[in-house]
């Protein structure tokens, strides 16, 4: 078992990973009648993206000897109205680490191979941008 989720009432639940005790609260948008004090379950579709992505790049720039630390990543959903479904993902990362256009190219491809990525239904928009400081 990866994880387990309680329903706690009022459109909220609480999910806990088995492997490290760690909670995830999540909340229903106000736009869905819920109270948007919590990423809501598409939310974390969305930022799921974003931190896969960099953890790929972290893996491979670890490889390359390249220090991506304090990286970031500006992550937008935009959800589709019929059917309510999220639409396009848009993130912007603010990469550190190098200024070698190579080793760039390997990094961002290499988050463009990331499981989230890949296992994401092709009719949702990545609209995915690096900039490099």
Not at 20 to 30: F, N, R, Y
Not at 104 to 133: D, G, H, Q, Y
Request: glycine share 6%.
């Amino acid at each position: 078992m990866t994880s387990k989720v309680t329903y706690l009432g009022d459109l909220r639940t609480k999910s806990i990973h088995v492997q490290s005790g760690s909670e995830i609260i999540s909340d229903a948008p106000i736009d869905n009648n819920g109270k948007g004090e919590a990423f809501s379950p598409t939310d974390t579709v969305a930022n799921a993206l974003a931190s896969c992505m960099m953890t790929i790049m972290g893996i491979k720039a670890r490889d390359m000897e390249i220090n991506i630390n304090d990286s970031t990543a500006e992550v937008t959903k935009i959800m589709n109205a019929e059917p309510r479904r999220i639409g396009a993902i848009e993130i912007v990362f603010e990469m550190k680490g190098t200024t070698d256009e190579k080793s760039k190219t390997i990094l961002e491809r290499a988050a463009m191979t990331c499981p989230v990525f890949l296992s994401l239904n092709s009719e949702i928009e990545k609209k995915i941008s690096f900039n490099w400081n």
